[in-house]
């Protein structure tokens, strides 16, 4: 499949990502459900059509969109700093239709750091310099596309659903991996953090696809707060990714 069309596809998917899940409905302790394929779908948009059908033979799979991550910029991991300087996207994102008072979405106006997104894309720039080349080797995706948030602005992650609102939403979200993966032709898909790799070997992918898992960079993870970096290279090494040489 050519770069135009694997663009498209990939760019088709998430906007089949976004309408699927629309109309699940979550009970409380959810109080607030953040969608940014919606409200920041032009910014994800642009992120495909520059970044999809390099040549990537990875997937790095992550989680759901972060508060101050996905959820403010459209982009997974998406650190706003990183994606408006070194992935060069910074705009196209709208208000969703209800915001949390507490999690406002101020999309590239925002000031507060996303701990993981700088840490996986900061991992990314100072491993390959430029986002072409990154992006020759590795496609990043989040597996779900919802933000939950509780009465108090928590965050609540998809594995603490209650099993009959999480088979519905893994349900699609597991059919669109399966086509996004047979769509960008990746050989190997990577989970960062258990519950990715848990849902892509869950996801009865295509047979050949290799599935690996590397720690998350969360704050929240003591070892990955000590050296993330090394701890996830050694994972990518062991999944037998090669990486360039530090510049």
């Known amino acids: ?22 109309t699940l409905r979550f009970a409380a302790p959810v109080a607030h459900v953040y969608r940014p394929l919606d409200y920041a779908h032009a910014a994800h948009s642009r992120y495909v059509a520059k970044y999809a059908g390099l040549g990537a033979k990875t997937l790095l799979l992550g989680m759901n969109p972060g508060p101050f991550g996905m959820c403010q910029t459209g982009i997974p991991f998406g650190d706003v700093v990183l994606v408006r300087d070194w992935l060069k996207i910074d705009s196209g994102v709208c208000k969703p239709c209800a915001e949390h008072p507490a999690r406002p ?41 919802l933000a939950f948030l509780e009465e108090s602005g928590r965050n609540r ?17 597991d059919d669109v991996l399966r086509s996004l993966v047979a769509s960008l032709g990746v050989h190997l898909v990577i989970g960062v953090g258990r519950f990715a790799a848990q849902r892509a ?11 690996a898992d590397a720690p998350h960079p969360s704050p929240a993870s003591p070892a990955a707060n000590r050296d993330w970096t090394g701890l996830f290279e050694s994972a990518l090494f062991q999944a037998g990714v090669m990486l360039p040489s530090n510049p």
């Open 1 to 22: 499949m050519k770069s135009r069309s694997i663009k498209a596809r990939v760019d088709a998917l998430a906007r089949q990502l976004a309408k699927d899940s629309a």
């Open 105 to 145: 979405i101020l999309g590239f106006e925002g000031t507060r750091r996303e701990v993981s997104g700088t840490r996986l894309w900061g991992w990314a720039r100072d491993r390959f310099v430029s986002p072409e080349k990154f992006f020759r080797e590795f496609f990043v995706w989040n597996y779900c596309p």
């Open 157 to 173: 992650t998809p594995d603490k659903l209650p099993r009959s609102e999480r088979n519905a939403l893994f349900a699609v979200c």
């Open 201 to 211: 070997r869950a996801a009865d992918l295509a047979a050949g696809i290799e599935i």
